[in-house]
């Protein structure tokens, strides 16, 4: 397990701090899903070439995160379990 904060790295959305996880765990970007709450977030996986996936329960709405690059937008951690079971 790894994390990177904001005074880690570049900031958001440069890929730097997705890219850096990823050397550090030894995955590869179409292993790697960047869970976001924000536009931000979702603009780092794609410049890191990551697939995203937005949730609406954090900092941005639903209709703004609909905007930016991202899999799926889901609504809440058990709607977020559910597309994850069924990505197998």
């Known amino acids: 397990m790894a994390s990177r904060c904001a005074d880690e790295s570049r ?11 990823m050397e550090i765990t030894g995955t590869v970007a179409d292993r790697t899903l960047m869970i976001g709450d924000t536009s931000h977030d979702l603009l ?16 941005q709405p639903r209709l703004f995160l609909e905007q930016h690059p991202a899999r799926v ?9 559910r597309w994850l079971g069924a990505q197998k």
């Open 44 to 59: 780092m996986a794609h410049n890191a070439g990551v697939d995203a996936a937005a949730v609406t329960y954090g900092a």
């Open 11 to 21: 900031p958001k959305p440069d890929p730097d701090m997705l890219l850096h996880l």
């Open 73 to 81: 937008v889901v609504d809440s951690v058990s709607d977020l379990a």
